[in-house]
């Protein structure tokens, strides 16, 4: 969930295991990470 707005989030992406993605760039990096990396 990303892009917050009058308390809500605009946004919202379902990533599947083996999927590959990229943090929101507003935490000021560029972070890619890979979905099964979370739950090992």
Known sequence: MTD???GEYREQVVH???EWF????SIGAVVTMNVDDLFS
């Open 4 to 6: 917050p707005q009058d």
């Open 22 to 25: 990229t943090l929101p760039e």
């Open 16 to 18: 599947r295991p083996g």
